[in-house]
């Protein structure tokens, strides 16, 4: 019965590898989010996308490719991966209209090493 | 643009202390305010939060009080656990947006 669920929960990968992660929710919510959380804790957002549509895209590189098949699923793509992309990234998700307080869902996150 | 500035960690108390953790933030118009905690190994759930001026969140025995003249959201509790042990994070959603920016976090650690 989990809310949002992101696999794999830990990465180890060689720099130049490409990789994804998943991320799926079961909350009905319109809207999911992937956040980059650095070593020192720091959370940035990265991309929003509302009902499968982009809506937030932040100062990413190209490297990275977020897509959403529907609303449920929300997977992030990592091209040539290098060393400043380790990192624990975390899917959330929330409602959009009435049902919309401002809280996010996070899951549980996804350990990105780079070595 | 919106920021938000909390105090920088780690804090380290004995159970039963008095715990305060400073956030302040930057913003156009109206945010909605928010406090999330992140314990070890887990993602973040929101602990409590505020939508307007001069209302108080409250959850678990942590509070937060919106407060626009100072620009400020600062968490306290009255006697922390060592389960309180945590990163928590100060963040804001501004009225017209729909991303939640986060402040850099505060580790706090509470010993027996």
């Known amino acids: 019965d989990t809310a949002v669920s992101q696999t794999p929960k830990y990465l180890v990968t060689q720099m130049g590898n490409d990789k994804s992660i998943k991320c799926e929710q079961n909350l009905g919510h319109d809207t999911m989010y992937w956040y980059k959380q650095d070593s020192k804790k720091f959370l940035k957002i990265m991309f929003s996308?509302?009902?499968?549509?982009?809506?937030i895209n932040e100062t990413v590189p190209n490297r990275f490719s977020p897509k959403s098949p529907d609303k449920a699923h929300l997977n992030l793509h990592i091209n040539s991966l290098e060393l400043g992309d380790s990192a624990v990234y975390f899917c959330a998700s929330s409602p959009t209209g009435t049902g919309n307080t401002g809280e996010l869902f996070f899951g549980e996150g996804s350990r990105l090493t780079v070595l | 643009g919106n920021s938000v500035t909390q105090m920088e960690g780690p804090v380290t108390l004995s159970e039963e202390a008095f715990l305060t953790i400073n956030c302040t933030y930057t913003?156009?118009?109206?945010?909605?305010l928010f406090w999330y905690v992140q314990y070890p190994g887990e993602g973040l759930q929101l602990l409590l939060k505020a939508t307007k001026a001069d209302d108080k969140g409250s959850n678990k025995g942590f509070e937060a009080t919106y407060r626009k003249e100072t620009t400020s959201f600062h968490l306290e509790k009255g006697s922390v656990q060592v389960s309180d042990s945590a990163v928590y994070f100060c963040?804001?959603?501004?009225?017209?947006?729909?991303?939640?920016?986060f402040g850099g976090g505060t580790r706090v650690l509470v010993k027996p």
């Open positions: 913003a156009t118009g109206y945010p909605s």
């Open positions: 996308y509302n009902n499968k549509e982009l809506i």
């Open positions: 963040a804001l959603r501004s009225a017209a947006g729909n991303k939640l920016t």
